[in-house]
């Protein structure tokens, strides 16, 4: 079946620590998405990518960084710098026109040992 | 700047008893409207695209309606596994296309 396959489900990060979410797509869209979703709040943009080897900040993209070198892999390193990292990580992939939804995935929650 | 507010922010039902969630918007050139329910500890599932004022889009028990400043989300005869966060999301041109502005979603419990 076509989906969106983020993982791990569940991720442990130790202080001054980088780790990597993984997020993969088999649904040959060309747009893919990281969102954050902390309770309470609406989820937030961290970065998004349009096409291979291109990708751009979203309203939250301090403290993590990505890669995009495949179109079916769009990872996100959660780098030391991100003081809260605690949260719900949610990538997202579209169709090729602008308005159609975007399709999640099931989520990785990242937490503070 | 764009802002999704969502309404209530919690919503006990009684099985059968019908209701509506709001959705209400302040965007520049709305070109899409997009309606999420999403479970505990899963990604959102897609519902309903809405583009234009007028619009309704319905699934099963669901329905999905679009004014100029608003949206409801309309259950009928709601059952216990219709529980679930609903989220809205409005996409417009301002900041870029690729980006949904998300409310803080409604959180439904409907009891047998």
């Known amino acids: 079946d076509g989906g969106i396959t983020q993982s791990p489900k569940y991720l442990f990060r130790k202080e001054g620590q980088n780790v990597t979410l993984s997020c993969e797509q088999n649904?040959?869209?060309?747009?893919m998405y990281w969102y954050r979703q902390d309770p309470g709040q609406g989820l937030r943009l961290i970065y998004y990518?349009?096409?291979?080897?291109?990708?751009q900040k979203g309203d939250i993209a301090e403290g993590y960084s990505v890669s995009r070198e495949k179109k079916e892999s769009f990872p996100l390193t959660v780098t030391s710098a991100q003081k809260n990292p605690t949260a719900f990580y949610l990538c997202?992939?579209?169709?090729?026109?602008?308005?159609?939804?975007?399709?999640f995935g099931d989520g990785t929650r990242l937490s503070i040992l | 700047e764009d802002q999704v507010t969502q309404s209530p922010e919690a919503l006990r039902l009684q099985e059968g008893e019908s209701s509506s969630l709001n959705c209400s918007y302040t965007?520049?050139?709305?070109?899409?409207l997009f309606w999420y329910r999403q479970d505990p500890g899963k990604g959102p599932e897609f519902l309903f695209t809405?583009?234009?004022a007028g619009e309704e889009k319905e699934k099963e028990r669901l329905k999905a309606t679009l004014t100029k400043k608003e949206s409801f989300l309309h259950i009928t005869a709601p059952k216990p596994e219709d529980s679930a966060t609903y989220l809205c999301?409005?996409?417009?041109?301002?900041?870029?296309?690729?980006?949904?502005?998300f409310g803080k979603g409604t959180k439904l419990t409907v009891n047998p």
């Open positions: 997202a992939s579209r169709g090729p026109y602008s308005n159609q939804p975007q399709h």
């Open positions: 649904l040959n869209h060309d747009a």
């Open positions: 990518s349009q096409i291979v080897n291109d990708f």
């Open positions: 965007v520049s050139g709305l070109r899409g």
């Open positions: 809405l583009y234009s």
């Open positions: 999301a409005v996409q417009a041109p301002q900041g870029g296309s690729e980006k949904l502005v």
